[in-house]
T-cell receptor, first 115, second 110 residues
Framework: KAGVTQTPRYLIKTRGQQVTLSCSPISGHRSVSWYQQTPGQGLQFLFEYFSETQRNKGNFPGRFSGRQFSNSRSEMNVSTLELGDSALYLC??????????????FGPGTRLTVL | GQQLNQSPQSMFIQEGEDVSMNCTSSSIFNTWLWYKQDPGEGPVLLIALYKAGELTSNGRLTAQFGITRKDSFLNISASIPSDVGIYFCAGRMGRRALTFGSGTRLQVQP
């Protein structure tokens, strides 16, 4: 079974631009969660999508948004990029069940650098 | 929000030594997970724990779900150079998002 895939793997943008990152979950997984990882703040939860609906949201400004398609693939968008948005953006997929045994599996991440 | 305290922050050990790291939380979880992350890659799941008191092994790795549901530890026995990386604990309650510890950076001297 293929794992979680993320594209692109690396991205360089300048301040003020916007960016879209893509995540394809493991086949059969309906939940996609996005995380931002920085050296200073560690791994922080952005949002979760399940069945094309945002189900959970972290504490990030509205410049960070996402969506999920009917095939469970997800995209996240960051508008008006700031230097502090430079980070590794990780997506994780799971079945999306409430059961404790429903585990999240991570993709390799997209390394975003904002200049 | 919830905080996970993970310790130690870093460890430098000799090959063959055993390693222990732990996480404590201010809130209870019903799932504890341990991940390993290599530079530039996403975290890889090592061990998942679903029940208070549960002790689970995966090869040289052993992890336990604390009886209070507020802590977990990970042991690595007979470390080898490929154990190098950052180890993260993560807790989850219901359908809430994972809460991650700050990571333990492990370096192994051959």
């Amino acid at each position: 079974k293929a794992g979680v895939t993320q594209t692109p793997r690396y991205l360089i943008k300048t301040r003020g631009q916007q960016v879209t990152l893509s995540c394809s979950p493991i086949s059969g997984h309906r939940s996609v969660s996005w995380y931002q990882q920085t050296p200073g703040q560690g791994l922080q939860f952005l949002f979760e999508y399940f069945s094309e609906t945002q189900r959970n949201k972290g504490n990030f400004p509205g410049r960070f948004s996402g969506r999920q398609f009917s095939n469970s693939r997800s995209e996240m968008n960051v508008s008006t990029l700031e230097l502090g948005d430079s980070a590794l953006y990780l997506c994780a997929s799971s079945l999306g069940l409430a059961e404790p045994t429903d585990t999240q599996y991570f993709g390799p991440g997209t390394r975003l650098t904002v200049l | 929000g919830q905080q996970l305290n993970q310790s130690p922050q870093s460890m430098f050990i000799q090959e063959g030594e055993d390693v222990s790291m732990n996480c404590t939380s201010s809130s209870i979880f019903n799932t504890w997970l341990w991940y390993k992350q290599d530079p530039g890659e996403g975290p890889v799941l090592l061990i998942a724990l679903y029940k208070a008191g549960e002790l689970t092994s995966n090869g040289r790795l052993t992890a336990q779900f604390g009886i209070t549901r507020k802590d977990s530890f990970l042991n690595i026995s007979a470390s080898i150079p490929s154990d190098v990386g950052i180890y993260f604990c993560a807790g989850r309650m219901g359908r809430r998002a994972l809460t991650f510890g700050s990571g333990t950076r492990l370096q192994v001297q051959p």
